[in-house]
């Protein structure tokens, strides 16, 4: 089992920043790859960022490339997301994500964390 656990999201200004992070807790969590969802309200939950068990491969949705940066600290077992440039449009709920492979897709993902709100005042 994982347990995960995110924290830092809030309202801000368009345009503004903030930095997500997510606690893993359970056994062999450096051996996870970790991500970041988000759901919109009234939208589905999609993709936002992966980053490998190792750290040495990340990938980004598209609309976040650029702005968004997810690193971790496995000494730590902690992932971050540092998201900058924030636009109305990325109000929404992040959720973090474990997985034992790629976590880029709902399928992939074995371990959900509760959310965070972000709230992004135009």
């Known amino acids: 089992q994982v347990q995960l656990v995110e924290s830092g999201g809030r309202l801000v200004r368009a345009g503004g920043s903030l930095r997500l992070s997510c606690a893993a807790a359970?056994?062999?969590?450096?051996?996870?790859?970790m991500g970041w969802f988000r759901q919109a309200p009234g939208k589905e939950r999609e993709f936002v960022a992966h980053?490998?068990?190792?750290?040495?491969?990340?990938y980004y949705a598209d609309s976040v490339k650029g702005r968004f940066t997810i690193s971790r600290d496995n000494a730590k077992n902690t992932v971050y997301l540092p998201v900058n440039s924030l636009p109305p449009e990325d109000t929404a709920v992040y959720y973090c994500?474990?997985?034992?492979?790629?976590?880029?897709?709902?399928?992939?993902?074995?371990?959900w964390g509760q959310g965070t709100q972000v709230t992004v005042s135009s």
């Open positions: 994500a474990a997985g034992l492979k790629e976590v880029t897709t709902l399928r992939t993902v074995d371990y």
């Open positions: 980053i490998s068990w190792n750290g040495g491969i990340t």
């Open positions: 359970g056994r062999t969590v450096s051996r996870y790859a």
